[in-house]
C-alpha cells in the first residue's frame, strides 16, 4: 500500500476509484470457457489471466457487475468477479489446500461447541444446530462430538474422512464459494448442508449468528457491528450464487 493511500486511509479520507474507461460489456464462448470482454477486449485478473469462467450463467452475473459501475469502479460492489479471480489465481491447482483448511474448520466447527447458559440462548443453539449435525450423520455419513464450552473435542476420523470426500467433489469455483461460506461463519457443515439443499441461504446465515443475535437481543446493536455484518452478508450471498452458478 502507497504512502498515499495511508494518509488518506489515515485520515478517513477515501481513495480514489479508477474511472469507468468501457462502455460495452459483453461475454463469448471460448470453446467451453466464457470470457468477459469490455469494449471487446478481455478482463483480467491481477495476475494478467484472462478472467474466463466454466460457466454461462456465472459469466453473466461477473458481466452484470461490470455493467452496473457508474463513472468510477468500486470493487466492493463486485463480489462475484473477486470471487471468480481467486478460483482462478488462488484455488486452481491448489485444490488440496483449499479443502484441508475447510476441513481444518469442520474439525472445530462452530455447531459443535455450545453454550452452558442460559436457557434460552441453548434452545436456540439447538433449534438452529441439531438439524444439521443429524443431517451431518444421516445424510453424510459424518456424526460429530459435541462440547459444552471452548474446550476442544476431537471429531471421528471417519467422520472428516466422510466430509473430505463430500468436499472433493466441488470444481475450483465451488470450493472458492466454500471456502468464503465457511470462513464468514466459522462452519464447515453449514455451507455443506446449504450446498446440498438441507438448508436456505438465510437460514445458514441465521445459525452462523445465533450467539451474535442472542447478544443483540440483550444489550442492543452496535450500529459499526451492524455494517461489519452487512459487509459479510454481501460476501456471503455472492458466495452462494458462485456455488450455485457453476
Known amino acids: 500500500m502507497s504512502e498515499q493511500v495511508k494518509k488518506k486511509l489515515g485520515s478517513g479520507e477515501k481513495p480514489k476509484l479508477p474511472s469507468r474507461f468501457y462502455k460495452d460489456v459483453s461475454v463469448v464462448d471460448e470453446g467451453g470457457q466464457f470470457a468477459i470482454l469490455l469494449d471487446g477486449r ?22 452484470d457487475e461490470w455493467r452496473a459501475q457508474g463513472e468510477e469502479i468500486d470493487p466492493r460492489t463486485m ?20 479443502i484441508d483448511d475447510i476441513l481444518a474448520h469442520a474439525g472445530a466447527d462452530l455447531l459443535c461447541y455450545r453454550a452452558s447458559g442460559p436457557e434460552g440462548l441453548v434452545a436456540r443453539q439447538g433449534e438452529h444446530w441439531d438439524p444439521v449435525i443429524a443431517w451431518a450423520k444421516d445424510g453424510l455419513g459424518a456424526p460429530l462430538n459435541l462440547a459444552s464450552g471452548v474446550v476442544h473435542v476431537d471429531q471421528p476420523e471417519t467422520s472428516l474422512a466422510a466430509l473430505r470426500r463430500k468436499i472433493e467433489e466441488c470444481n475450483a469455483y465451488q470450493l472458492a464459494g466454500l471456502h468464503v461460506m465457511t470462513t464468514l461463519t466459522g462452519s464447515a457443515l453449514l455451507p455443506l448442508a446449504l450446498a446440498h439443499g438441507a438448508l436456505s441461504p438465510e437460514a445458514a446465515w441465521d445459525a452462523a449468528h445465533v450467539d451474535e443475535d442472542w447478544q443483540a437481543g440483550q444489550w442492543g446493536e452496535d450500529a459499526e457491528a451492524q455494517a461489519r455484518r452487512e459487509n459479510r452478508k454481501r460476501d456471503f450471498d455472492a458466495a452462494v450464487r458462485v456455488f450455485g452458478l457453476c
Do not use: D, M, Q, Y
Open 79 to 98: 463480489p462475484i468477479t473477486k470471487l471468480a479471480n481467486t478460483a482462478i489465481e488462488g484455488v486452481t491447482g491448489n485444490e488440496a489446500a483449499v
Open 42 to 63: 478481455p478482463v483480467r485478473t491481477r495476475g494478467k489471466a484472462r478472467l474466463a469462467v466454466p460457466s454461462t450463467a456465472l459469466a453473466e452475473a461477473i458481466a
